[in-house]
């Protein structure tokens, strides 16, 4: 997705894979890897990257594009070994340039270290400073190479037996509390980590055996283990076990997963993970905190056709992300759910430039109304989020002109206000169009016949009905919606 693009942009995805039997050469970890990157391109377009290794040498393929464009059959051969982390790429903290491309690989005194991360430090500035200040120079502004170069730093006071790897990770953690998941691989082990809020989404996952691949799910040894930012990058080879959980450090070796620490967060904090996780990033068929995607948009639906009833013929959404809240509202106020607009599949980067004529073009280009469904209705058209307002308007054109006589939107989520500083690109306050109109300036400004959001305590509720983790402790970030930071922080200066 470019820049220039309407709504939120993505943020970055993250996978690894170890391999328990055949070392060094278990032949399919680059594949798999390959595969659950593809598996998360909608989390990130730029860049994309792996490193893999079979105990002693590394190996490294990265670059600018989709996974597709930056792996081939050629190019994959040279990405040999047991385990790998991948990487693909939104970026945040730094330009959208072949430097940046993570996963990061450096060289230190205790050996090779990739690194791949998604999410941005909100410390980052000073976190800058101190690595700077300890001599050592950064060949990037990325926030990604700052937590490579932390973690090679020799601590102050020494270590008694070679490098202590989990008490400088945990050093990291107590540095910097938001917002990371990343991959940390060494020669012969990957360390994967969750910031302690877990505002970032990881998940393990258990790499099955080629039989079970085959015949289903038997409850055999797991060939391997992996790790991913969803869990639709698990597909049919890789069996979803749980989530990571917030601060946790795992180790995966040869020998299996284990747990190394929970880090945890200052008294009396909640977690916060990314309410738009929900909304908008993620695929429908991922796996958050025990229930599916899918599930909770449909719930937003159903919650905003309570909020906000309207009577018409038809109820039918923005696809692809508001498919399943209309679904929801449709069941919830008893009106036929029909499809109201096709979308152009093809249409992918648009690098059209950010002209209103342009931008109505650019939209009738990727979304076409369906005559049938559309001529002589009075119709409720669900979209799960409004940002700039640039997506809504025309389509309603497009509508109309297909004979809609009423069109009512509704949004499956709250007024987008404030600015995200945990690695989501958020237009700025004043490109928001919720903080210049509320919704009945909105509606007459993109020509609706009304238009409701859902509200915030509709949204948490809707999210946290079938929420369920390991210990019971739910909570989420709304900070974009609400103005409320995790760390109880007003504004960027306050990190
Ligand atoms: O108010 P705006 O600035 O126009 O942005 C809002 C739109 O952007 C997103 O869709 P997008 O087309 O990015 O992706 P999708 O196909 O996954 O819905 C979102 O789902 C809204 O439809
Ligand atoms: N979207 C992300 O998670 C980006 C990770 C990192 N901050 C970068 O810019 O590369
Ligand atoms: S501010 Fe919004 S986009 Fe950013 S982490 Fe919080 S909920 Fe997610
Ligand atoms: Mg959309």
Redesign the pocket.
Known sequence: ?SKN????THECGVFGAIGTEFWPENVDISQIIMIGLEALQHRGQESSGIVTTNGTSFHTQKGMGLVRNVFNSENMKKLQGSMGIGHTRYSTSCASDQVNCQPFFVHSIHGSLAVAHNGELVNKDGLRKMVLGRGVGLSTHSDSELITQALCLNPPEGEINGPNWPGRIKHLMQLSPLSYSIVIMLKDRIYVVRDPYGNRPLCLGKILPISDRVNGFNDTQAEGWAVASESCAFLTHIRYVREVYPGEIIEMTRAGIKTIDIIDRPEGKAPAFCIFEYV?FARPNSIFEGQEVYSVRAQCGRQLAIENPVDADIVGS?????NAAAHGFAKQSNIPFGELLT?NTYVGRSFIQPTTRLRQLNVSL?FSPIGVNVAGKRLILI??????????GPIIKLLRKAGATEVHIRVASPPLQHPCYMGINIPTKEEL?ANSLDSTDLASHVGADSLEYLSVDGLVKAVQRNAKMENNKIGHCTACLTGEYPDGISSKEDW
């Open positions: 997705m693009a309407t709504g939120l908008y923005v696809p692809e992300s508001g979308k990727k979209d799960d989020s409004i940002v700039r307002g640039n997506t809504i169009i």
